[in-house]
């Protein structure tokens, strides 16, 4: 292709399309939620009496419900996280399911313990497409633990079907303390 064609492919676009994501402070919600359980601070976010993690409105994402051990997301993907091909990018689908196994696992943590991702194990079954939503996506605790804890995920799209599913580990910190 010649320059010439290139700007004429351009043209073929269509006009740009935008998403604005706007969020809040994430260290300072982060530093309330030290001094709350998991379980509290999860359900606080959830009536919104503090605000989620940045990466839930850049992904379409929310709260939908929080047990013990075990929470459920909803995501409304749209074109903006779009692979090269055509499809809902795997790592939205991948984000959604560490999101859900990682605070299935906090809500079952103490005040001032945190956790991180050590590992997880994404099985993608269906494509995702922006018309798949909204995606519905549980995270269970199946073995909680003081120094290592493990957790399931599952994704489902509007039609009840299965997208893919997660098993993952998350590394438990504990309480930080001076000296």
């Given amino acids: 292709m010649t320059i010439s064609d290139h700007e004429t492919a351009r043209h073929n676009w269509g006009p740009p399309r935008r998403r604005t994501v706007v969020w809040h402070d994430p260290v300072a919600a982060a530093a309330i939620g030290l001094k ?6 999860l359900e606080a976010i959830l009536a ?12 379409n ?11 459920e997301f909803s995501c409304e993907p749209d074109e903006s996280a779009y692979n090269p091909i055509g499809l809902i990018h795997g790592g939205l689908t ?4 560490d999101s859900v196994t990682g605070c299935a696992v906090h809500t079952l943590l ?11 194990k994404v099985t993608y079954l269906r494509p995702v497409f922006a018309h798949s939503g909204p995606l519905s ?17 599952s994704v489902r799209g509007a039609d009840g079907k ?18």
């Fill in 94 to 97: 991948c984000t959604l399911l």
């Fill in 162 to 179: 299965l997208l893919a599913t997660a098993t993952s580990s998350f590394l438990i910190l504990p309480p930080e303390t001076d000296g």
């Fill in 110 to 120: 103490a005040a001032g313990v945190a956790y991180t991702s050590i590992e997880i």
């Fill in 48 to 59: 919104g009496h503090l605000p989620p993690a940045p990466i839930v409105n850049l992904f």
């Fill in 36 to 41: 709350m359980s998991g379980r509290d601070y």
């Fill in 137 to 153: 996506a549980i995270g269970t605790v199946t073995k909680p633990g003081r120094r290592v804890s493990f957790a399931e995920g």
């Fill in 61 to 71: 994402m929310r709260g939908v419900r929080v047990g013990d051990g075990e929470v």
